[in-house]
């Protein structure tokens, strides 16, 4: 699929996924990476998939994340930004190497990005309820050095 070109960013998700899945997160960081330097070829829901991939590896990192947080909220208000993902597996295996707070955020941040909630649930969280929407033309090409 990625040497005929098809969906590169959508690809280079589901490979991000299936390499976090065999505990290959370097490998899985470097097809974000590269999603995100293509990010404008993708459709909203596709940008959204890659924006929690980055929030997922900065808090494994505890990295700051918040900046990554507005261009989420951002994107998760367009049309066609959300659609079903089945990461419930991925976050589970990950559920150790988070704090409960992030772990927690992360499952309301999927159902967002899966349109199963509204934002309501994530309007709880603090972080979430204080990010600042920024417009994808704004966005600065954050560096993403994992």
């Known amino acids: 699929m ?11 998700i589901h490979l ?26 993708a459709p909203f829901y596709v ?5 929690y991939f980055i929030v997922l590896f900065k808090m494994l990192r505890t990295e700051q994340f918040d900046p990554w ?3 989420m909220k951002e994107v998760l208000s367009q049309p066609d930004s ?3 993902w089945d ?4 976050l ?13 955020f992360l499952q309301a941040l999927l159902k967002a990005n899966s ?8 309007n709880r969280f603090e972080m979430w309820y204080e990010a600042v929407p920024v417009n994808p033309e704004l966005w600065p090409d954050y560096d993403i050095n994992f």
């Open 2 to 12: 990625l040497v005929n070109k098809f969906e590169q960013p959508g690809t280079l």
């Open 16 to 41: 991000a996924r299936l390499e976090m899945m065999q505990g290959n997160t370097f490998q899985a960081e470097t097809y974000i990476v590269n999603a995100w330097r293509m990010r404008s070829d």
């Open 47 to 51: 940008q959204s998939r890659i924006l």
């Open 69 to 71: 947080l507005g261009c």
């Open 82 to 84: 959300k659609m079903q």
């Open 87 to 90: 990461m419930d597996r991925l």
């Open 92 to 104: 589970t295996a990950q559920k150790k190497n988070l704090s409960p707070g992030h772990f927690l």
């Open 115 to 122: 349109g199963t909630d509204d934002e309501e649930l994530l």
